[in-house]
C-alpha cells in the first residue's frame, strides 16, 4: 500500500505526503525547538496515553507501531503519515512538546485507519477526506486552548469547524483531490466520519 497523510492530510503513495501547514503560521515556523529536543520529544510523546492506547490498538488489529513507525524529519508541513514507511514529525517546524504529542496522536488516527479500514484508498479524496477529520477530531488538535493561542477562537461549534477548515487543508494537499474535489469530498463524509470515534467510545 501507498499513502501518505499529512499533520492533518494523508497522502498519495510514494510521495510522503505532509500534512497542512497550520493555515495561521508561515512555512518558516519560528523559535522551533533545537533538533535535539525535538527526537527526544517524539519519544516522550510515545509515552502519552491518547498514543499508548492508539498503539496498542493498531497493534491488536495486526500492524505494527513501535519503534520503526516514528521518526523524526525536517519536512514542509507539522507532520505525515505514508503507508507503509510510517510517521514524520516535521521538527523544523515544532515549537514545544504538545505540539510533538499532538503530530503524533493525529497521526497515529490515519495509522489506525491504514490498517483496519479495508481497501482504504488515500489517493480517494472520500476515504482520505474521513481519515483527516477523525484524526483532526480526536487528535484535539481542535481542543479549544490550543484554537485560543492560535488565535482561532470562537466560542461555539468552533471545534467542528475547525476540525472541518484543517481536514480541508490536509485533503487540498493531496495531488488527486485539488480543487472542488477536496471540498465536496469533506462535505460528503463528514456526518459519517465526525461521528466515528474508533477506536475510541467517545472522542477524547
Ligand atoms: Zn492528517
Redesign the pocket.
Known sequence: MAAA??????VPPKSPTA?APPASQPRLTPNTMPWERCVAGVQSALKDPLARFLREQIEKAGCTVWPTLIRAAICTASGG?TSGKGIEVCCNHMRKQDEITQVII??L??AYDDCVVKNINWNNCAHHAC??IR??HLSGNCHYKRELMKGFLKIKGHEPECVKRRALL?VQNNPSCRGKAAKEAVENVWDTCYNDPRPFDKAP
Do not use: F, P, T
Open positions: 497523510a499529512g499533520d492533518g492530510g494523508s500534512e503519515y493525529h497521526e488516527v490515519h481519515s483527516e484524526a483532526n490536509s
